[in-house]
């Protein structure tokens, strides 16, 4: 894998088998500590408004459990950052959220939503909390994200993976690589997540400056068919490769 770079897997789908039974199992909490023993180097979950998959306890204990960082995806709503700030994690991800979506549709509009994001962002750094968000590679999405104090800022690839044809994947890698090298001179941190599998994460995962890639649906997706530990470890495989 790239020198420094890291990847965190996101355990949200193994809650979501779980809620669509209401069992208690399979447990987002046993699978995180299989991914660390896989070599993950990050726990992410998604605790959304509606709860679809990712519950409040979950994130109870694995703040009491992971060994590796915590990255807490939320809403920039004030019950989400009561929520953090009871819980701290390590990192907490601000990201776009519509009941109606299934799941994540892109980036968040931080030049449009400034006024509301401040606070939260204040108030999350203030718990000492690392604040990334969750935006498009767009240069004004940027700009306004360090304005507002960002530590770190993950890339929404959702338009590089979903591309039909090479030319199209490749205008978005470059709008990739382009918010890459800006994020990095205004002295953020930089990551990338949305959509990435085995086959298309070696070009984001080279990109200059890239510390770290947030992966769920495909490793959940694999780990169907050869075990959770494996499909951790084929998709560090695949990020060494590039």
């Known amino acids: 894998m790239p020198s420094g770079l890291q990847l965190g897997v996101n ?24 991914t660390e023993l896989a070599g993950a180097d990050q726990i992410t979950v998604h605790l959304r408004e509606d709860r679809r998959h990712i519950q409040d306890r979950d994130v109870t204990i694995l703040r009491q459990t992971v060994q590796v960082p915590l990255n807490l995806e939320m809403a920039a709503t004030a019950e989400m950052v009561r929520i953090a700030v009871r819980e701290r994690p390590d990192t907490v991800t601000l990201v776009p959220e519509k009941r109606e979506e299934r799941t994540t549709e892109g980036g968040l509009d931080v030049v449009g939503q400034t006024a509301s994001l401040r606070p939260v962002i204040a108030a999350l750094r203030e ?38 044809t090479a030319l199209l994947r490749e205008k978005h890698l470059e709008d990739l ?11 953020m941190r930089v990551a990338a997540g949305h959509g990435l599998d085995y086959k298309n994460v070696a070009d984001v995962a080279r ?36």
């Open 11 to 34: 355990v949200d789908h193994v809650a979501t088998i779980r809620q669509a039974r209401g069992t208690r199992y399979p447990d987002p909490v046993l699978a995180a500590a299989l």
């Open 127 to 164: 718990a000492g909390i690392v604040v990334s968000l969750f935006i498009d590679p767009d240069p004004a999405q940027v700009a306004r994200s360090a304005e507002l104090g960002a530590h770190t800022v993950e890339l929404h690839t959702g338009d590089y993976c979903e591309a039909k």
């Open 177 to 187: 690589r382009a918010a890459c090298e800006q994020a990095y001179s205004l002295s």
């Open 207 to 242: 990109l200059p400056h890239m510390a770290e890639l947030n992966i769920g649906h495909a490793i959940v997706a694999r780990a169907i068919f050869v075990g959770l530990e494996r499909a951790v470890r084929e998709m560090i495989d695949a990020m060494r490769a590039a």
